[in-house]
């Protein structure tokens, strides 16, 4: 089992950056993949990245592409997110999750994954 615990959120202007972390506890960290995913008000939870246990493979959602980067410190049992050229449509709680590693990854779908953090708010003024 694994503890997930965001931090690094909070109120920022359009075109500014943010970094969020996600510490891990518990277990091995490098036997998890990883995701960050989004929510804004009324809307669904959406993907927005997803990071291999190793570190080496790395995706995003079209939204974010260009703009966020995620990598991960298996020493430090942490994995990032860095976003920048952030836009107010950004604005959600932003979760981190984490996926027992498996032949196959599907990052994309929240269903995949095994356990998740409580989230930390973004939000993006104009």
């Known amino acids: 089992q694994v503890q997930l615990v965001e931090s690094g959120g909070g109120l920022v202007q359009a075109g500014g950056s943010l970094r969020l972390s996600c510490a891990a506890s518990g277990n091995t960290f490098d036997n998890y993949d990883m995701g960050w995913f989004r929510q804004a008000p009324g809307k669904e939870r959406e993907f927005a990245a997803g990071i291999r246990w190793s570190g080496a493979i790395k995706t995003y959602a079209d939204s974010v592409k260009g703009r966020f980067t995620v990598s991960r410190d298996n020493a430090k049992n942490t994995v990032y997110l860095e976003m920048n050229s952030l836009k107010p449509e950004d604005t959600a709680v932003y979760y981190c999750?984490?996926?027992?590693?498996?032949?196959?990854?599907?990052?994309?779908?929240?269903?995949?994954?095994?356990?998740w953090g409580q989230g930390t708010q973004v939000t993006v003024s104009l």
């Open positions: 999750a984490a996926e027992v590693r498996r032949l196959g990854w599907n990052p994309r779908s929240s269903r995949e994954y095994d356990y």
